[in-house]
């Protein structure tokens, strides 16, 4: 039985790849794995998928290996296609706010090229 995408994903920009391949071939499978829940749950729960406050539209996806956590950026456009940004190994418990403004940064970005400008 095929299971099909709820929602889409897009890689935006070259941060989310370079994270993504500085990670293990085990941390690429997780992060590949909570990737393929966001396509195709119609709900996410909290444990993988966060709003950020306060960031305008910015989400976290949320991948836990064994003691290292890791959060992937993204955001919505055009109702269920989730563009993917940056991400980073979280070392504290509060996210840094220069990986939240990098974040932001590069959805301004993406909105200014499907622009134009």
């Known amino acids: 039985m ?3 995408p709820t ?12 994270f993504y391949n500085s990670c293990s071939r085990k941390v690429q499978a997780k992060i590949d794995w909570v990737i393929g ?8 729960p909290e444990k993988f998928f966060k709003h950020i406050e306060g960031a305008d539209g910015l989400f976290e996806i949320r991948v836990k290996s064994g003691s290292n956590i ?16 940056n991400g980073f190994q979280k ?3 509060k996210t840094p706010g220069n990986e939240i403004t990098r974040a ?14």
């Open 2 to 4: 095929e299971i099909s």
């Open 7 to 18: 929602r889409k994903t897009l890689v935006y920009g070259t941060e989310f790849w370079a």
């Open 37 to 44: 829940l966001v396509r195709t749950m119609k709900v996410m």
């Open 70 to 85: 890791f959060r992937i950026f993204c955001f919505f456009d055009q109702g269920n296609l989730v563009i993917l940004l």
């Open 91 to 93: 070392k504290t418990n």
């Open 104 to 117: 932001m940064r590069l959805k301004q970005r993406y909105y200014d090229e499907r622009k134009g400008k």
